[in-house]
């Protein structure tokens, strides 16, 4: 028999004797996502063995759990704006004919969540956010994509000229506090140049062609 006070886990709220509750201190996940509370709390040895199995794995879309904290936290709103980059680099990296992704993605190895499933995030990667590790190693990363794809004969002929100003400087989906992008077809556009009020010069053209395919069949059937 076990004699001395119940012990409370600060994860599930149940109470332990003192053999499977040696009061080891972890911040507690949801904490983190619905309040952004880092403080630690002492659990129970289950709890401390199910937060450590989980502990690199990106399982806490942030977008579904508490997206306000995008517009609250001004550190969650930077990586927002980071990873959204690095997805779309990304793609032009992958396609480059210069192995280029190796160098792009070695900081961040084994963690390609990052910019592949951009409000994704582990308990490991909560806790750098506030000590602003995790901003830091992705600037670095959006730095280097950015001075290889504008550089890159190949990648840069990948980008867009906007068909609005007709400007011969090549737009990037990336440069996110310069371009509008089109929600329903990716077209880019300079932002002061296209708005949501304007119609889309590359989905007028799709509709276009649509219709166009359109009367064309029931031509054919009415012969």
């Avoid at 499933?117 to 000590?131: F, R």
């Avoid at 994509?145 to 980008?159: F, L, T, Y």
């Avoid at 296209?194 to 590359?202: G, L, S, V």
Wanted: charged share 25%; aromatic share 10%.
């Amino acid at each position: 028999m076990i004699y001395g006070a119940a012990r409370v886990c600060g994860f599930s709220g149940n109470y332990y004797c003192s053999e499977c509750h040696l009061n080891d201190e972890y911040v507690i996940p949801s904490r983190i996502l619905i309040n952004w509370d880092f403080s630690r709390f002492n659990i129970c040895k289950q709890a401390k063995d199910f937060l450590g199995g989980i502990w690199d794995k990106p399982i806490f879309d942030l977008n579904q759990i508490n997206p306000m904290l995008y517009k609250e936290v001004e550190e969650c709103a930077e990586l927002d704006v980071l990873r959204t980059q690095l997805q779309s680099m990304s793609i032009y990296l992958m396609t480059c004919k210069e192995p280029v992704m190796d160098e792009f993605s070695k900081d961040v190895w084994a963690r390609e969540h990052l910019y592949q499933k951009i409000h994704h995030y582990s308990i490991s990667d909560l806790l750098n956010i506030p000590n602003r590790t995790l901003s830091d190693t992705l600037t670095k990363m959006v730095v280097f994509g950015r001075n290889h794809i504008k550089s890159c004969r190949v990648c840069k002929q990948k980008g867009f000229v906007c068909e609005i100003c007709r400007d011969n400087e090549v737009i990037f989906p990336f440069d996110l506090d310069s371009i509008f992008k089109c929600s329903a077809c990716g077209a880019v556009y300079h932002n002061k140049c296209m708005n949501n009020n304007i119609q889309c010069p590359r989905c007028q053209r799709w509709r276009m062609n649509s219709c166009d395919e359109d009367c064309e069949l029931d031509a054919e059937v009415t012969h």
